[in-house]
Structures are given as C-alpha cells and as structure tokens.
T-cell receptor
Framework: GAVVSQHPSWVICKSGTSVKIECRSL??????MFWYRQFPKQSLMLMAT?????????EQGVEKDKFLINHASLTLSTLTVTSAHPEDSSFYIC?????????????FGPGTRLTVL | RKEVEQDPGPFNVPEGATVAFNCTYS??????FFWYRQDCRKEPKLLMS???SGNEDGRFTAQLNRASQYISLLIRDSKLSDSATYLC????????????FGTGTRLTVIP
C-alpha cells in the first residue's frame, strides 16, 4: 500500500513550452502533497505544499506564476512548469501525506526528470 | 544557514565495515527527524525515524542529541546493497508536515 505515482517519468521539451506533471496517490487519500526539485548532486528542495481545495503554499524564491499547482482531488496534484527554460531542467518529485498519517508517513513518487532544450 | 547540514562524504568502505554519518539542524524547535535512503535517480525512501532515546533497526542505529542539534546514523556490517545516498531529514515546524532535506551522504560499499 501507500503508492504514489508520477506521470510522466521523463519529459524533454523545447524552451518556452509548458509541461504538466501529475502526482497521484493510488491507494490512499491525501489532503496535502508536496513538490520537491532536485538538481544534480544536490538535495531535494521543497518547492511548495499543495493543499486539496485551496491554494498552494510556495517556498521562498519559488515563483507561483511559473510553477502552477492544482490539487483538485484527494488523490491528484499537478505541477505545471510554464514557459520552461533550460535552467528548469531538474528532477521533480512529489510526496503525499495520507489523511490521518503522521509526519513520517510521507510517501514519495518516483520522480519526473525534466529536460528543457 | 541551511536548515540541515550533512557530512557530504563520499564514504567508500569495504563490506562488513561500520560507518557513521552525521547531521546537524539549525532550528532548535524541530520536532521530527528521519533518515531517508535515495538510490541513484530514484525517489527517497524512509529508512528510519530518529527518536530522542535513540533507536535501532537491525544493522542501523540512529541517535539524536537535541542539545547539540545533532543526528547520527550508524551502519554495522555494511552490505553491498547499502550503497546509496543517505539523507538526513528534519521536520522543522510544529503543526506542519513539510520536510527539509540535507544534501545527502554518498556511501559506496566495496566488495
């Protein structure tokens, strides 16, 4: 149980296009999902906290108009990278906190590797 | 100052060796602490939570020193399969469940 999927797992796009990444909790519901970004040889950096039915909370330095987050249901959050540029190339990972779960019950998706040409 | 700072490594150790990783955190009010393991190009996976009294799970022992804001992970009898990056992770905020990750320590266990 407690499986989180991400789609796509790998995407290559041209500069200026938008890319949507989906994060789904497959066998549990989550009011809160998190989006992280990991550059090569660096740690995961929290980008935003996605709350079902309300606006996402963005970390300092993350542009909310560039990284659009929608959390329309208890099992799906999406991250859209708008007008992607090569510096947005990174590994994007989501995680989900099961409803009623503790802090250590944050389950991670397999990640999406984005390459912007 | 970073929320979480980790010994960067890399650590290259022979099979059977004992290896220890260290980590410090900046927010003295942090409540929850974890060690995650991340394999290359994969998502992080929870290895173990870290409790104030220290805790052990098989060959893995985690320690927390709140006074020094210091966390450690000890791996005994290293296996080849232990090769991975170990991430020190802290939940810095009471009432929220976001996590802050250290940069990770790369471990390679050599046959």
């Amino acid at each position: 149980g407690a499986v989180v999927s991400q789609h796509p797992s790998w995407v290559i796009c041209k500069s200026g296009t938008s890319v949507k990444i989906e994060c789904r909790s497959l066998d549990f519901q989550a009011t809160t999902m998190f989006w992280y970004r990991q550059f090569p040889k660096q740690s995961l950096m929290l980008m935003a906290t996605s709350n079902e039915g309300s606006k996402a909370t963005y970390e300092q330095g993350v542009e909310k108009d560039k990284f659009l987050i929608n959390h329309a249901s208890l099992t799906l959050s999406t991250l859209t990278v708008t007008s992607a540029h090569p510096e947005d190339s990174s590994f994007y990972i989501c995680s989900a906190n099961p409803i009623g779960g503790g802090y250590n019950e944050q389950f991670f998706g397999p990640g999406t590797r984005l390459t912007v040409l | 100052r970073k929320e979480v700072e980790q010994d960067p490594g890399p650590f290259n150790v022979p099979e059977g060796a004992t290896v220890a990783f260290n980590c410090t955190y900046s927010n003295s009010a942090s409540q929850s602490f974890f060690w995650y393991r991340q394999d290359c190009r994969k998502e992080p996976k929870l290895l173990m939570s870290v409790y104030s009294s220290g805790n052990e799970d098989g060959r893995f022992t985690a320690q927390l020193n709140r006074a020094s804001q210091y966390i450690s992970l000890l791996i005994r009898d290293s296996k080849l399969s232990d090769s991975a990056t170990y991430l020190c992770v802290v939940n810095p905020t009471t009432g929220a469940n976001n996590l802050f990750f250290g940069t990770g320590t790369r471990l390679t266990v050599i046959p």
